[in-house]
């Protein structure tokens, strides 16, 4: 496996969970200032790594 492989693969997890949280935000909802501010949430620990 090479170095690109292996990168792709550790980064399969993190861009995952990210698209995970991002959709839990979205679905079903109005965006609203709430949703917005969720989604800020989502973003700001998603930048330096810990979960809300």
């Known amino acids: 496996m090479g170095l690109f492989d292996k990168l792709k693969e550790g ?3 993190t861009r995952t ?4 949280k991002v959709d839990q935000v979205f679905q079903g909802k109005k965006i609203d200032d709430t949703t917005i501010d969720e989604f800020e949430e989502v973003l700001i620990t998603s ?3 810990t979960e809300a």
């Open 11 to 13: 980064l399969s997890k």
């Open 17 to 20: 969970g990210f698209l995970g």
């Open 47 to 49: 930048d330096i790594g």
